[in-house]
């Protein structure tokens, strides 16, 4: 019992370092990304990680999607094709 | 006996001392019992007393105000910083100095906070259907204070997105809710 508490508090400690490190990259990234693109042109790419999220969730955790799910999706795509474009 | 003191004997001034250590209960009590008694003002209930206690500044739906408006910022902050400041290899000294760039980072970290410090009263799907306007405002902020051109087909692919964002607010706010 004692053991796998330990073990487990270890294993929560390792997600939250990768997490860490993730956004860490994911921040550098973004810097570079600003360097060569306008704020505005960029910023809308941002809501994509949310059709990332869904999409992992349907995919990874099951889990179902909504039709304000898909509505909210369908509009991020169009959105972010219509920034893309200009 | 847990939390009794009789080292060297219970009325030695040590003991007396560590006792409130020991059983930090009995000294609670007795301490807010004295209280009772020093003065005879009928006790306020306690939500009364923490709103009293708020200033305004610490109104949920200001922070959450002050959230999205600080995230807006740190886009800016750091457009700026990297615009103005960055050096092109990334270990050259003047850019651990870059301020713009700190400044986005302490506003995103600001954000944070308030963000979740406005999530402990405002309900979630409110909350998440006001964080949409942050592509609007970022949009805005840097119309305004970066100067870019924003084309008409840019502004209705940020709108978009927004409303895009807007509908994901449900499902999104149901989702945490279950966490």
């Known amino acids: 019992m004692a053991d796998h508490s330990k073990s487990s508090a270890s294993r929560r400690k390792l997600d939250l370092a990768g997490g860490v490190l993730v956004m860490t990259v994911s921040f550098f990234t973004w810097l570079s990304l600003l360097h060569r693109f306008d704020l505005s042109y960029l910023y809308p790419f941002e809501g994509l990680d949310r059709v990332l999220l869904a999409f992992a969730a349907w995919l990874i955790l099951k889990e179902k999607m909504s039709r304000d799910l898909w509505i909210g999706l369908i509009l991020i795509c169009l959105g972010t094709a219509f920034v893309a474009g200009s | ?179």
């Open chain 2, 1 to 179: 006996m847990k939390g009794n003191c009789n080292f060297p004997k219970p009325s030695h001034p040590f003991c007396k001392r560590i006792s409130g250590f020991l059983n930090p209960e009995s000294a609670m009590s007795k301490a807010t019992s004295n209280q009772t008694k020093s003065d005879n003002v009928p006790a306020e209930s306690e939500d009364e007393a923490r709103r009293k206690r708020k200033s305004p500044f610490l109104h949920p739906y200001l922070q959450l105000f002050i959230s999205i408006i600080l995230t807006a910022a740190s886009q800016i902050f750091l457009k700026i910083g990297v615009d103005a400041q960055l050096v092109s290899p990334w270990y050259t000294i003047s850019n651990f100095f870059a301020y713009w760039i700190w400044l986005g980072i302490l506003a995103v970290i600001g954000s944070l906070f308030s963000w979740l410090y406005a999530l402990k009263s405002v309900p979630l799907i409110i909350a998440f259907n006001l964080a949409a306007t942050n592509h609007i405002m970022v949009a805005v902020g840097s119309r305004l204070f970066l100067g870019e051109a924003i084309s008409s087909r840019r502004w209705i692919g940020v709108f978009l997105v927004a409303v895009g964002v807007f509908f994901i607010a449900r499902p999104a706010a149901r989702a945490e809710e279950k966490l």
